[in-house]
């Protein structure tokens, strides 16, 4: 069976932080770093999330609803993770 390996904590604090430095005045927060914040939430609490991430905790805790029910989560397209996001193993 196939299983997808979840980010850890410091990898998407890494990626909000490149995201931060790289950014153009305004820009929204990628989908796929909305995606990474909520994978996070079978670890982490949705506040400790929004801190550690730097992030609204209502837009934290709407996005991780969101993705608990797989739904579309929001956001500028325009990013995509690394492919060390998307490693997947076997088990």
Known sequence: ???KLQPTLEEVQQLFEEWRRNKRRRDR??????EAAA???GQHSANKI???LRLNHTAVRD???A???GEEIQGNEQLKLPKTLHIYILK
């Open 63 to 65: 996005c991780i609803g």
């Open 50 to 52: 929004s801190k550690l």
């Open 29 to 34: 927060i990628p989908a796929a770093l909305w």
């Open 1 to 3: 069976m196939l299983q």
């Open 67 to 69: 993705h608990k029910q």
């Open 39 to 41: 994978s996070l939430s």
